[in-house]
């Protein structure tokens, strides 16, 4: 049985690709993780699944055996083309050629049944992609390798000093749990660093008067983060320090805390209370 990595490489000199580890172009080789991946999916008949970043198709191929209709994106020509040659017998497998953050998916999957999504993701459109695909209502869950050092902020829980914007949005759309890490010799060429494959579920939505205003929000205590909470919310919004206080207080969270400190809950009570003074 030919194992994947020889498979890998055989599958570039045949269509004449060569990876650039500058772009992440890093191909998983481990079938045990590419079958945790596939288990954590829960694959059915009835799934939509959407792969970012199919490469050279080893999770492609499982996805297409196992689940149902799967649309993969690549955004490389020659990787498109062997995708389309060497699963063509599959009636289930749609390639969009495509640069992942540059087409509507919204569109495509509108009238859907929820889609779920795979991928392993560019260190450098990681945290935007992720941002603006997990508040999508198409959208059941994520399973997505990235960077362990982005796993790492992404999952820091309050009081820890990696917890930032990306930990907060995230966790306030989703609940997030480690599949499991990967090292560097999991891929070839193998990247400098270790990843992480992690699962992210839409929670039930908090209370919140305006999501825009939340992230704001966020953003703005994270804009001076070795600040008090009261001083970077004061120069990230534009408002008066006194005023920013009394709000504070009004949602029972202390003015002399710092962002990295509170809770997705407390960040809710606090826009929401500001909120109201725009309402007053």
Known sequence: MVKLKEKTEYLWYKYDFVPKRHLGQ???????????IIKALELSEKDTVLEIGAGTGALTEQLVRKGGRVIAVEINERLCTLLRKELKGYDNLEVICADITRISLKEKFFKSDLVKVVGNLPYQIA?????????????????????????????AKPGDKRRGVLSVLLNYYSTISRITDVPPQAFVPPPRVGSSVI???KRESYRIKAENGFSLVVRAAFSLKRKMLVNSLSAG???????????????????????????????????????????E
């Open 26 to 36: 890093n191909f998983l080789i481990d079938p045990h993780i590419v079958e945790r």
């Open 127 to 155: 945290s935007s992609l992720l941002l603006s695909l997990v508040p999508q209502d198409w959208i059941k869950f994520l399973v997505v390798m990235v960077q362990r050092e982005v796993a790492q902020r992404i999952m």
């Open 199 to 201: 699962k992210m579920k």
């Open 237 to 279: 919004l534009g408002i008066n320090r006194e005023l920013i206080k009394e709000k504070l207080s009004k949602a029972g969270v202390d003015w002399r805390r710092r962002a990295e400190d509170l809770s997705v809950e407390e960040f809710v009570r606090i826009s929401n209370s500001l909120r109201r003074m725009s309402e």
